[in-house]
């Protein structure tokens, strides 16, 4: 079952802050959150595997609410850098739990 | 660099014919997983081996096959190819299985032009 992200896209400008979120309507066992620049393979961002797990990397960090059954991304103070469409890949309970499922993506693009 | 090779680059081609994409998965990862992204499109789930055996299948047509050899690179075959068809095609790695929070390493891609 694929994952519903949202918003679809996003437009910043530098410095402000944005919240990508990613459902699903079955039980997640885990969460998995990579970036895409245009043309260039998928970079990974962070693994999220428990209910209520909440990870960093230097601005950029995500929660895991196992019970809603969704994962939230959020970017804080945006650089340019971080531009690109961002996937969140999933893995659910009864499945064979060894591939992802992506969403569609969240095309984020910051202006300076 | 990911570590994880794809051969070719591009590769175009006409309705009807076969082609092979090759994936070197990275030194020690045992899991490799295929997938397709047509324009502008999300990442669509193929297939995934793990250690020379298929673990997982997703939206992978009849058309298309895959397997993965002994030294652990895994080849994917597209046959009687469609204009549909055309799209990057990612080969990624990892050590073990998502579900056990493996990081998958993906490699530059395959794109293939069907005309």
């Known amino acids: 079952q694929q994952p519903v992200q949202s918003p679809q896209a996003v437009i910043l400008r530098e410095g402000e802050d944005a919240v990508i979120n990613c459902s699903s309507s079955?039980?997640?066992?885990?969460v998995h959150w990579y970036r895409q620049k245009h043309g260039e393979a998928p970079i990974f961002l962070m693994i999220l595997l428990k209910g209520g797990e909440q990870k960093g990397h230097d601005k950029i960090s995500a929660s895991f609410n196992e019970k809603k059954q969704q994962s939230s991304l959020y970017l804080t103070a945006s650089q340019l850098s971080y531009s690109g469409t961002y996937f969140c890949?999933?893995?659910?309970?009864?499945?064979?739990?060894?591939?992802?499922?992506f969403g569609k993506g969240t095309k984020l693009s910051v202006k300076p | 660099d990911s570590g994880v090779t794809q051969t070719p680059k591009h590769l175009i081609t006409a309705t009807g014919q076969r082609v092979t994409l090759r994936c070197s998965p990275r030194s020690g990862d045992l899991s490799v997983y295929w997938y397709q992204q047509s324009l502008d499109q999300g990442l669509q789930f193929l297939i995934q081996y793990y250690n020379g055996e298929e673990r997982a299948k997703g939206n992978i047509l009849e058309r298309f096959s895959a397997q993965q050899f002994p030294d652990l690179h895994s080849e994917l075959n597209l046959s009687s190819l469609e204009l549909g068809d055309s799209a990057l095609y990612f080969c990624a790695s990892s050590v073990g299985l998502a579900g056990a929070g493996n990081e998958q390493f993906f490699g530059p891609g395959t794109r293939l032009t069907v005309l």
């Open positions: 890949g999933t893995v659910n309970y009864g499945g064979s739990q060894g591939n992802l499922i």
């Open positions: 079955k039980a997640l066992y885990s």
